[in-house]
């Protein structure tokens, strides 16, 4: 069984059994509440019956109105058995078919009894009066009650049954939305490390074949010099890849750790500007909240790919309103590849004659967007390229 199904399944059969649980508890417990509702109108009934049929001799006739009153409102459809307690045999043979014994003698010790036979319920109450001591049963069909238990358990079970479609669905979307994510986070790691791997090998294979030919044979001191250069040069191309690297790898709070300060764009972008870079801006009073240190970074990464790929052509630079636009005249991204260049080690096929590692614009990108930025990029193949961030906190 595939992941996926697996997760969903899981998911399914977790929130379904709570479903089921809760749905049941309350059936149950509703089902009780009705039941010991309709015993207390019986047991209302029965008093109400006594009442009516021993109480007339002895209250005045607008208390026994009431009485009446009171014996009419209640369960209207009900059989009443009205028996002589002092009978004690005869009673006892007229109550056995619906009380135990264990039942009799409670009742004729004053405890209200309800019970139940086939589709019908009960209740018994031993009323004492001064014409003797007399047992009053009332027996009624609880169909009312019974309709309502129906309902309820015909509700519990169709919202049970659409739970699990609806669950099973929604799982299914989740788990497959969350399989797809990780999947794509893996393959994501697993190309991050291969290409890291490829990057950091072409130095270190370069360091070790100047190492192995410098021992070939004797060399002269300039040609020891040589090679230690150009062992420096890629011993610092490995220490910039890595430091790179290890940068990609902080997650965005570690990033916002990083001392800020307020930093006035204007100013702070005038220092990019060169015979190569031309500097405009509309408004010296935007400033921003960010490590002067890193956002250097990520700016000088995307204004050095803007010269390196528009060989001797100027690079435009201005900053209106709260946008920075970097515009270049250089080979440009082809349409097909535009949306993969921000993934780290990705380079466009038409830059393979130029030097670089494909990580400059990622790790600009991290640290745009960590202070809030947002960054557009806009290419037409040898035309030009146009980056746009659009700095959202402004001061």
């Known amino acids: 069984m595939k992941t996926g199904n697996k997760i969903t399944l899981f998911y399914t059969l977790i929130t379904i059994s709570v479903i089921a649980l809760v749905s049941v508890t309350f059936y149950f417990v509703s089902t009780n509440y009705i039941t010991r509702l309709y015993y207390s109108y019986l047991t209302e009934k029965a008093y109400a019956t006594a009442e009516k049929h021993w109480e007339k001799d002895e209250v005045d006739p607008e208390s026994y109105a009431r009485i009446q009153q009171r014996y009419e409102e209640t369960l209207p459809v009900a059989t009443e058995i009205l028996l002589n307690a002092d009978s004690v045999v005869e009673t006892r043979a007229a109550l056995t078919p619906y009380l135990t014994e264990n039942q009799i003698t409670k009742l004729y010790e004053g405890n209200v009894i309800t019970f139940s036979q086939g589709l019908q319920v009960g209740a018994a109450v031993y009323y004492p009066d001064n014409e003797g001591n007399f047992i009053v049963l009332v027996i009624s069909s609880n169909q009312y009650g019974g309709d309502i238990q129906k309902r309820i358990g015909w509700l519990l079970f169709v919202l049970i049954v659409i739970s699990i479609i609806l669950v099973y669905f929604v799982g299914k979307l989740y788990a497959i939305r ?26 270190l294979t370069a360091i070790q074949g100047e190492c192995e030919i410098s021992l070939l044979k004797e060399r002269t001191p300039d040609e020891y010099q040589a090679a230690l250069k150009r062992i420096a040069s890629e011993t610092k191309r490995i220490i910039q890849l890595m430091k790179h690297l290890l940068f990609l790898s902080h997650g965005d709070k570690e990033i916002l750790k990083n001392a800020t300060e307020r930093v006035y764009l204007a100013d702070f972008l005038s220092q990019f500007a060169s015979n190569r870079v031309c500097f405009s801006a509309d408004d010296y009073s935007l400033a921003i909240d960010a490590n002067p240190y890193l956002l250097k970074i990520a700016i000088s990464n995307i204004i050095s790919n803007a010269c390196k790929y528009s060989g001797n052509e100027i690079v435009d630079m201005r900053l209106h309103d709260n946008i920075l636009e970097i515009e270049d005249q250089g080979i440009g991204i082809p349409a097909e590849e535009l949306n993969r260049i921000y993934q780290p080690f990705f380079r466009a096929s038409n830059t393979r004659e130029y030097a670089g590692h494909g990580i400059g614009l990622a790790l600009s990108l991290r640290i745009l967007n960590t202070y809030g930025a947002k960054v557009r990029i806009t290419s037409i193949q040898d035309k030009g390229t146009k980056v746009s961030i659009e700095f959202c906190r402004i001061f």
Request: hydrophobic share 35%.
């Open 178 to 203: 969350m399989v797809d994510r990780i999947d794509a986070a893996y393959q994501s790691e697993k190309s991050f490390i291969s290409n890291a791997s490829h990057e950091l090998n072409n130095p």
